[in-house]
């Protein structure tokens, strides 16, 4: 019987031993994605971080170890040339046979333009047509539905709505796909900015250009339906406060009464746009990662490549996925509502990297002292930060740990600035692994909680 045992489990180690063996090798440029990565292998293998999470992306050096992990990788996941412009170089020199993915390319990851100037002044030149931060919507889709009866269905995630409630707009249309979206958008605009709402709790809605809905959904059950009545066929716009996906838990949000699934013709972010649309990222702000809302779309991406190269544990990387995603969807329900309680924050960045976060959650930064991630402040721009800082009257600042805080210090002192904290994106002081990408979020919030 010992005899036995041991054998079971020599043979037992063997196989997990083989297991890992053919899984394949795997690099990861920073640690919040090298964490995604991580949770889709757990239980098949580990990738390789290239880049530690104390140091600055934008300049790096690779060690000898991590150099030979990007030469070893089948496939490397990395954020893109515009947060590491030498990894560039990197990849064609020592991963030249990889299959690299750019997440910020994956479709359906929503992408923002670089913000301007000590506070952030917008840009006019309709870069990123699709992405503007201005919206009181947060999603739009176009439907092309027959005459008759549909169910919106919104659900709780790990116990909670992404929102108790939500502002929709239903609009008809003459036009067709992403035509519909964009001539809709100014009346969505309207009506969800006015005080003309009409509160419905699991009611039935109409096409109606004169007031938007504002959803009430029943905390006390998993799920909320409302019914969308269409009296002619054609083709009909939703502008919706939050994303539908944010209130999946399995089942589809939007279906006709016999369940049948009804796929938008078009939607804002596209998240089916083919993503060569996606390539030309000039003056995209890559901290794409501090928005939840990618992380899931990233998770998917992730999931689909590593089951390609390693069939034999596509099950595997799915589970760990769907497990991921709602975890993501949790933290997004959990975070919004720590950051709905800290109200009338003005608070100062180092460099401006948090504004995926920013729009995710409703919060906003008043400025930040660097341009970039690899520039120091000017004189210039100093004397208009300390400007702003007493004309707002900002309270806090927040240094980085990859940076210099003696810098912080010097352009704040003799300001009214009463806390200088610690924001990080990259998670410098988080162990690496599954658990730093939520760390990292949750930690934004512990940080922005010092300026109450």
């Known amino acids: ?91 064609d020199n020592l991963a030249e046979s990889a299959q690299k993915i750019e997440v910020l390319e994956v479709s359906g990851t ?30 739009a889709g176009a439907f092309k539905l027959a005459a008759g009866e549909y169910v919106w269905t919104f659900a709780k995630v790990n116990g909670d709505y992404a929102d108790p409630k939500m502002k929709l707009v239903l609009l008809a249309s003459n036009l067709d796909g992403e035509a519909a979206i964009e001539h809709g958008e100014k009346t969505a605009e309207i009506l969800i900015e006015s005080r003309a709402i009409e509160q419905v709790h699991g009611d039935t809605l109409t096409a109606n250009d004169s007031n938007a809905y504002q959803l009430v959904f029943d905390t006390d059950k998993n799920l909320t339906e409302f019914r969308i009545v269409i009296n002619k066929e054609g083709v009909y716009t939703v502008f919706a406060e939050h994303a539908p996906s944010e209130f999946e838990a399995g089942e589809y949000f939007f279906q006709t009464a016999d369940q049948r699934d009804i796929e938008p013709l078009a939607q804002e972010p596209d998240a089916d746009a083919d993503a060569d649309e996606h390539h030309n990222h000039d003056g ?22 590593l089951s390609k190269h390693d069939p034999k544990n596509a099950k595997v990387y799915d589970y760990n996925a769907k497990q991921a995603i709602a975890e993501l969807n949790t933290l997004i329900v959990t975070t919004r509502k720590k950051i709905n309680s800290i109200e009338g924050l003005k608070f100062i960045v180092f460099h401006d990297a948090y504004q995926y976060f920013e729009k995710r959650f409703g919060i906003s930064a008043a400025g930040s002292i660097a341009l970039g991630d690899a520039e120091d402040p000017s004189p210039a721009r100093i004397k208009e930060i ?18 210099n805080p003696g810098l912080v210090e010097n352009v704040f002192e003799g300001t009214t600035v009463s806390v200088i904290g610690v924001m990080d994106p990259l998670g ?20 922005l909680s010092q300026c109450k």
């Open 284 to 305: 995209v702000d890559p901290h794409a990662w501090l928005d939840p809302g990618n992380a899931k779309i990233w998770i998917n991406e992730i999931n689909q490549v």
């Open 386 to 403: 300390r400007d702003t800082v007493k004309e707002i009257g900002v309270t806090s600042v927040f240094t980085e740990p990859q940076y």
């Open 1 to 91: 019987m010992r005899h036995f045992l041991i054998v079971s489990a020599v043979l037992t180690l063997s196989l997990t031993l083989n297991s890992y063996a053919k899984t394949p090798s795997v690099a990861v440029d920073i640690a919040p994605i090298h964490s995604l990565v991580s949770q889709v292998m757990e239980g098949v293998g580990r990738p390789n971080l290239l880049i530690p999470a104390g140091a600055s992306p934008h300049q790096y050096t690779l060690r000898p170890s991590e150099a030979k992990a990007l030469a070893d990788a089948e496939v490397v996941f990395w954020v893109g040339e515009g947060l590491t412009p030498w990894l560039e170089k990197s990849l």
């Open 428 to 447: 410098a002081s988080l162990p690496v692994g599954n658990s730093h990408y939520q760390q990292l979020i949750q930690g934004m919030v512990k940080s």
């Open 110 to 139: 929503t992408t923002y333009p670089f913000r301007e100037g000590v506070t952030f002044e917008s840009h006019d030149d309709g870069e990123e047509e699709g992405h503007d931060d201005t919206h009181a919507f947060e999603w």
